[in-house]
């Protein structure tokens, strides 16, 4: 799916009034900027599908806000044909946790395996740590810092092993990516602070 035919069903499934889609458009728009820079540096990642997947990692919520929104968007684009670039909608919620991790946290290990065998390809890739790493950088529609995304995740939802774990990947995956690029991925992060769409 490119990026268009992704805005337009992200646009779809919005409901009047809400700013999750436009929280959807600046974590691609962040997303895009860093596949793009990883392109340059002779990167193979997909940047037409990594911002696909941006924009509709949230589609979820036009279901419900629960923390199973992730779950709810991927099977609205399986159903839709679109299940590939349905993976943001999954990885942006298990965030890089191994199964033995996962299975230690409150999600139903059967549930959990049904979540898992989704994947295609199973393992965390390059492009899973750019959407990890703008979902985690877009505070509501705000492009901000991680450690200003992370403290309003906390404010938003109460402070919890899950969130700390949370913001401990998303630096994890900005190391990655950095090194990935050769140089700090802030470099391209703080440019886009506060811009708005
Ligand atoms: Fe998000």
């Known amino acids: 799916m490119n990026p268009a035919a992704a805005l337009e ?4 499934h919005s409901p ?3 700013t999750w889609p436009i929280h ?29 997947q941006s924009l509709v990692h949230d589609i979820g919520r036009s279901v419900n806000h629960g923390y199973l929104h992730g779950w709810e968007g991927f099977q609205l684009m399986e159903k839709l044909g679109h299940a590939a670039t349905g993976r943001g909608c999954i990885m942006h919620w298990l965030k890089g946790r191994s199964r033995e991790e996962l299975l230690q946290s409150k999600i ?11 994947l295609d390809p199973p393992q965390w890739q390059l492009a899973d740590s750019v959407i990890s790493l703008a979902d985690s950088s877009v505070a509501g ?6 450690a200003f995304r992370h403290e309003d995740l906390r404010k938003r939802y109460g402070a919890s092993a899950w969130l700390d774990r949370h913001a401990e990947l998303a630096d994890q995956h900005a190391v990655q990516i950095s090194a990935a690029l050769g140089y700090d ?7 886009l602070y506060g811009t708005q769409l």
């Open 108 to 118: 139903p290990g059967e549930f959990l395996e049904q979540v898992l065998a989704c």
């Open 185 to 191: 991925v802030a470099q391209i992060l703080a440019p």
């Open 9 to 12: 069903l992200l646009q779809a």
């Open 141 to 146: 529609v705000q492009i901000v810092p991680l």
């Open 16 to 18: 009047a009034g809400e």
């Open 24 to 52: 959807c458009r600046q974590v691609a728009r962040v997303a895009r900027c860093i596949a793009d820079a990883l392109i340059e540096v002779g990167s193979d990642v997909d940047a037409d599908a990594i911002e696909a």
